[in-house]
Structures are given as C-alpha cells and as structure tokens.
C-alpha cells in the first residue's frame, strides 16, 4: 500500500474517532450526502459514520460519510409549499415600477427591470 494511502487508511477509527478510508477506497454500505440524494434518500439525522481523506488543492479534503442502512427516503413538498415556493420566486420576478412579471430576477442592484431601469416603458 502507498504512503499515501497508508497515511489516510484508519478504518477502526483510532486517529479520528470515526473510520477513515482513502478516496474511493471506502466499502460497500457507505455513501455521501450527494450520493444518498442521488438514490432518494437522506441522512436522516443520523451522526458521520466515517470519512474519506485526500490530498487535493489547497491540502487535505474530506467527505463525510453515512450508512445507508440508517438512511431515510427523501421528504417531498407539500402542496402549499410548493404555493408558497411559486408566489417567492414569481415575486423576484416581477418589477416594483411597472408591475410586469419578467422571464428573468429582478436584481437587486437595479431594483427595477431592464427596461425601466433603460428608461423604456414596460411591455
């Protein structure tokens, strides 16, 4: 095994308390968040179970890992949430000055749309 592997290899997890395994080096069982929501699920307020080390930019990274077994399917949206979602982001696009509903996000250094901030009336 090469150093730097051996260096990043603690799957009793004596160094950090937790398991710690090289990158792509981690059993079956595991996953990360990305992948847990990948297959519908989500930790589940479970702790880290174990972790992953490698050398990267900038020095050391890491990834925290979850059982999959502790995992739970991932909450959908109820229909007034979903309401709700839908009145926020039609209220970022629609212009204070003019009132129109724009295909784009007001923004926020212009406080106004394109074309009133252009000073063109809306159309």
Avoid: N
């Avoid at 990948?38 to 972790?51: E, S």
């Avoid at 050391?60 to 995992?71: E, G």
């Avoid at 709700?84 to 996000?105: D, K």
């Amino acid at each position: 095994m090469p150093r730097i592997r051996a260096a990043y290899f603690d799957p009793e997890g004596d160094r950090y308390g937790i398991p710690m395994f090289w990158w792509q080096g981690a059993p079956d069982g595991y996953a990360t968040r990305r992948q847990l929501t990948a297959r519908g699920l989500r930790p589940g307020g479970q702790p880290v179970a174990a972790q992953i080390l490698w050398r990267g930019v900038g020095g050391t990274r890491t990834a925290y890992l979850y059982r999959i077994d502790l995992a739970r399917p991932k909450r959908t949206a109820t229909p007034a949430q979903r309401r709700a979602i839908s009145a926020a982001l039609r209220a970022r696009r629609t212009c204070p000055t003019c009132g129109q509903v724009r295909g784009y996000y007001i923004p926020h250094s212009l406080g106004e749309c394109l074309d009133c901030h252009d000073g063109r009336p809306g159309r």
